[in-house]
Structure formats: C-alpha cells, structure tokens
C-alpha cells in the first residue's frame, strides 16, 4: 500500500545549528503538507506545496518538493528551542483516483540543546 | 474563537467498558477525522467523514464506532472489543473531504486502561 516515509526518525542539535528532515512517498503526489507537533500537543499546519519543485520559505524554514513529486524536505536554518517538536509530512492518499483523506509520514523529532 | 474542541482531555477505562470520545468544530468543516497515536508514533486514521450520516473506515478501524449524525459533531466510541486502546487520540476537519486540504486538530484525549 501506499506509504510515506520520513528520515531521520529523531535528530537532536546543538542551538544554531541547522536541521532537516526528508519525506518520500512510494506514489506521486499531488501535493504535500507539512505539520509540527509540539511535544504533549497537536498536529499543526505548516504549509502545501503543490508545483514540482517548488520551494517555499517561512523565516528560518525552507520546504521544498521534489522535481517527481514524490519526495520533500523540511530545512531549518539556525534552530531554536522553540523548534522542538515532531515534524510530520502528509500526503493524499489515492483510491481510484479519489484523493480524500491524507496518509502521515512516519515523522522526525526534533530536539535542541540549549 | 473557531476551532476543534475534544474532550475529555484525560479518560480511564476498564476492562470491558465501552467509552466515548468526544469532538465537537464550528469551523464549519465538512470533514472530520480521528486519528490514533501512539507514543513516538505517527498518526493513524481510524474512520473519517466527508458529509453528515456519512463515515468511512479508515486503516485502524476494528474496535472503534463513530457517527456523524451532525456536522459539528463527530464522536468516537471505543469498545471493549479493541484490546489495545491506550493512546492518545486526535480528531480533526477540513473544509472539504480531499487531500489537498489541510487538517485543523483538536487538543487531544489520553485514554488509559485502569
């Protein structure tokens, strides 16, 4: 069945540093999103990207969809401790050729030393 | 304020004992979902909804009961038939029932097995 897959499961960085995170899905996809998890909270809506190769930017984080669409990343620029948290991909899940529900990527936790 | 609320925050069951979750939007959502997570998991869809009186299986869904006999309103029923119900549970909407829509959540309900 169809999957989405994150890299690496769990990075831990020193403040300053930066920090990415790769999604890849076993089928293209008509777009991506990206949600943040705060630890002990809830998913939360980052951004979609929708265009082969698009690259958007939200301050220090830089998403990005690859040319095939089936793959993405996340880039943090200089982390903070605000940055923690787990950082989930999701993706359409195509049944028949309806796209009505999102498939999750397995996730990255994000942690920061001070 | 517009939102998803969930409650209880926190719930205890016993061996044997059916409880329900419940989730309530007034985002005006067409879609609602509920999720299972558990600890350094990812999210895993139980059943969703694209319409009121219309719900369907998601990849988890044995064990658990849902209606939607309302558009804000979307509960879960966890029975004593799901063996392994110790989770956190997240249920979210959106606007519309397709992937490329993003997924507002909820808080959040912690269940443990007393």
């Known amino acids: 069945g169809q999957q989405v897959m994150q890299i690496p499961q769990y990075q831990h960085v020193q403040e300053g540093e930066d920090f990415t995170t790769y999604c890849n899905s076993s089928t293209t996809l008509s777009n991506i999103q990206w949600y943040k998890q705060r630890p002990g909270g809830h998913p939360v809506f980052l951004i979609q990207?929708?265009?082969?190769?698009e690259v958007k930017k939200q301050k220090r984080l830089t998403f990005q969809f690859g040319e095939a669409k089936k793959n993405s990343s996340l880039h943090i620029t200089a982390t903070q401790t605000t940055d923690v948290g787990t950082y989930f991909c999701a993706g359409p899940a195509r049944y028949g050729g309806a796209t009505n529900k999102l498939i999750f990527g397995t996730g990255t936790l994000l942690a920061v030393q001070p | 304020d517009g939102g998803i609320t969930q409650s209880p925050k926190y719930l205890f069951r016993k061996e044997g004992q059916n409880v329900t979750l419940s989730c309530e939007q007034n985002?005006?959502?067409?879609?609602m979902y509920w999720y299972r997570q558990d600890p350094g998991q990812g999210l895993r869809l139980i059943y969703y909804?694209?319409?009121?009186?219309?719900?369907q299986k998601g990849d988890i869904a044995e064990g658990y009961s849902v209606s939607r006999e309302k558009k804000e309103s979307f509960p879960l029923t966890v029975t004593s038939a799901q063996k392994n119900p110790t989770a956190f549970y997240l249920c979210?909407?959106?606007?519309?029932?397709?992937?490329?829509?993003?997924?507002?959540f909820g808080d959040g309900t912690r269940l443990s097995i007393l």
């Open positions: 979210a909407s959106s606007t519309r029932g397709q992937g490329n829509q993003p997924q507002h």
């Open positions: 990207l929708v265009k082969s190769g």
């Open positions: 985002l005006n959502h067409d879609a």
């Open positions: 909804s694209q319409i009121v009186n219309d719900f």
